[in-house]
């Protein structure tokens, strides 16, 4: 095996579970999500000598990723009716305390406009820093640090009744 190959197994194997994670929460879609990962690898096989730096590399595969969904959504529009039944259909089918909390947060996060919920994935997913995800998505500091905070309480006001719901 030659140190190339090599190189990109190791990256596959400590990143997948990460891209794989991001891309369900940007998705919504385990089938999607796991096309997104595929693709984010081709492209990076491809592209892997141009990743001089290991350090970033995680960063340069979600950036891949990022693109990929994008051109995801140039290809074809989908219809949110389908999405919106199938969340219903989800919901209703879990018992669980937690697993109800985690899809009402699922469903909240998608509610968040993009520009508000990448940045708050990339902090809450990956645990970047403000500037990292400024970096990632070409944007300032305090850019970012104003979409997160606009982000939490977005969240906040959108689990505000869910809570209400459940205490009652």
Known sequence: MNSRQRRFEALVGALSTDLY???LWLTNDASIADDLVQETFLRAW???DDLKDEKSARAWLITILRRENARRFERK???MTDYEEAQLQDLRSHDSETELSHLE???AMAQLSVEYREPLLLQVLFGYSGEEIGQLLSLN???VMTRLFRARNQLRTLLS???D???Q
Do not use: E, I, V
């Open 21 to 23: 994670r991001y891309g």
């Open 46 to 48: 491809k592209y892997l």
């Open 77 to 79: 529009q989908f219809d």
């Open 105 to 107: 947060l699922q469903r």
């Open 141 to 143: 500091t305090n850019t």
């Open 161 to 163: 009744p869910a809570q």
């Open 165 to 167: 719901r459940r205490a």
